[in-house]
Each structure stands twice: as C-alpha cells, then as structure tokens.
C-alpha cells in the first residue's frame, strides 16, 4: 500500500542553520506530495506543495523538489528561525481519484536561539 | 474568514459513555475528513465523507460513527466501543476531488479527549 517515511525526531539546530527533513514515499500512480506544519496546540497547515515530478513547492523560505527518481520529497529551509520550531508532517495523496491523505509519522523540529 | 471550526477544544469522557466532537467549516468544501493524532504517530484517516448524505470508512472506523446532513458540518462520534479513545482528534476539508487530485486539505485546530 502506500506509505510515507521520514526521518525521525527530533531534529534540534540553532538558528540561522540550514535544514533538512527527508521524506520518501511508496505509492501507486502519481501522487501528489504536500508538506503541512503543526504548531504547539493547534491543527495542520499546508506548508507547500508539488504535483508532478520535477515540481518544486516552496513557502515561508521552505522548499521541497518531487524527485519521482528517488521517490523522495525532502524539506529543506536555508535559514531557521525559533518560530520554525513544529512537528512537520510529509504527506502524499495517491493519484487522480484519490480521497486519502497519507501521512508520515512527522518530525519534531526544535530551533535554538 | 473561512476556516474550520472544532468544538470543544478539550473534552473529557468518562467510561461507557459516547461523546460527539462538532466539526463546521464555512470554506464551501465538499468533502470533510476526520482524523486521529496520536503522541509520536502521523494522522489516521477514521472517516471521510464527499457530499452531503454519504461517508465511507477510513482506516481506523472501529468505535466511531459520523452523519453529514449538511454539507457545513461532519460531527464525529465516539462511542463507548472505542477502547482506547484518548487521542488528538482532527477535522478537515477540502474541494471535491473530481476538480483534482491535487486540492489540499485544510485543517482545524483540533479536539483533545481524555478518559476520566
């Protein structure tokens, strides 16, 4: 079936270091890969996006490239900051006429000043 | 502005008892989802519902049971059959799927249950 795995938590840097969360996937047909953010207390927001190989989301000087020949999604941020501090959770919804949403076990990022 | 709204932030349940989480979003979406966070662990689709008047089963449906008589809201019951209810339970919504395989979903702030 189809799965998404990403590293594990937690990840601690101090701010300004660059970041990377990895995240590849296993899926049928072409899926559309997303990255939300959960902030302490609160819900998922979408982060960013991609829809096709060789897509790149980007948002809030986040960004991620779909490489369909790695299967893989990887967050990457130039710069961190202390509000960047979240669990992130890598997802991916499995072509066209997909419903589901399937989601990785997240990873908790912590940012130091 | 449009969002999802999920009510009660927190809510107790005591033991044999079913309890209902609100789930309402004003974002004109057609389908609702309700999903369960748990410490450590991704989300867990436990229903799903397209349009109005039908639903399918997620993943994980056992002990739950859901309605949606109004395309605005999808309330999530927890009935004393769900042995371990304690989690993070999280409502969202998104266009239908036939304009797209690629629509977001969009979530809200969620509902934490406790047993008493």
């Known amino acids: 079936g189809d799965s998404v795995t990403q590293m594990e938590g937690p990840v601690t840097l101090s701010e300004e270091a660059f970041l990377t969360i990895n995240c590849t996937y296993t899926?049928?047909?072409?899926?559309?890969l997303f990255w939300y953010v959960q902030y302490p207390g609160e819900g998922l927001q979408l982060l960013l996006k991609?829809?096709?190989?060789?897509d790149k989301g980007s948002n809030k000087g986040f960004e991620a490239t779909y490489r369909k020949e790695t299967t893989s999604f990887h967050l990457e941020k130039g710069s961190v900051q202390v509000s960047d501090s979240a669990v992130y959770f890598c997802?991916?919804?499995?072509?066209?006429?997909?419903?589901?949403?399937?989601f990785g076990q997240g990873t908790r990022l912590t940012i130091n000043p | 502005d449009g969002g999802i709204t999920q009510s009660p932030k927190y809510l107790f349940r005591k033991e044999g008892q079913n309890v209902t989480l609100s789930c309402e979003q004003n974002?004109?979406?057609?389908?609702m989802y309700w999903y369960r966070q748990d410490p450590g662990q991704g989300l867990r689709l436990i229903y799903y519902?397209?349009?109005?008047?039908?639903?399918q089963k997620g993943d994980i449906a056992e002990g739950y049971s859901v309605s949606r008589e109004k395309k605005e809201s999808f309330p999530l019951t927890v009935t004393s059959a769900q042995k371990n209810p304690t989690a993070f339970y999280l409502c969202?919504?998104?266009?239908?799927?036939?304009?797209?395989?690629?629509?977001?979903?969009?979530f809200g702030d969620g509902t934490r249950l406790s047993i008493l």
């Open positions: 899926a049928t047909g072409y899926p559309s």
């Open positions: 969202a919504s998104s266009n239908r799927v036939g304009g797209g395989g690629n629509q977001p979903q969009h």
């Open positions: 991609a829809t096709k190989a060789d």
């Open positions: 974002l004109n979406h057609d389908a």
């Open positions: 519902s397209q349009i109005v008047n039908d639903f």
């Open positions: 997802a991916l919804k499995a072509g066209q006429g997909a419903q589901k949403l399937v």
